[in-house]
């Protein structure tokens, strides 16, 4: 579907999907059952941050990916932006 100009966020609604299919409840379950309760978060994804905060583990920080933007990335970095709020 990206192929036909639909951006990672239109794609996934077309097929039925939200914005972002992951459950991240299960990793915060393992950290939990190891002892952690609190990580230092290496994301720009908002939604991860709070999913392992409502699952018990405290996010202690957050330090942000730096992923390099070229022509092939830059559309689909533009869209977790806009659409999904992810940070920088």
């Known amino acids: 579907m ?3 100009g639909f951006d990672t ?3 996934n609604h077309r097929l ?3 914005d972002d299919e992951r459950d991240f ?3 915060a379950g393992i950290l939990r059952r190891m002892g952690v309760g609190a990580v230092r978060l290496m994301t720009n994804n ?3 941050v ?3 905060q409502a699952s018990g583990i405290d996010v ?5 990916l730096w992923v390099g933007r070229n022509p092939l990335n830059d559309a689909y970095l533009r869209t977790k932006a ?4 992810h940070l920088t």
Not at 82 to 85: A, F, N, R, T
Request: net charge positive.
């Open 2 to 4: 990206q192929d036909q």
């Open 9 to 11: 966020v239109e794609a």
């Open 16 to 18: 039925g999907f939200e």
């Open 25 to 27: 409840r299960i990793g």
């Open 46 to 48: 908002p939604r991860k």
């Open 50 to 52: 709070a999913m392992l």
């Open 60 to 64: 202690a920080g957050r330090v942000p």
């Open 82 to 85: 806009q659409k999904s709020g």
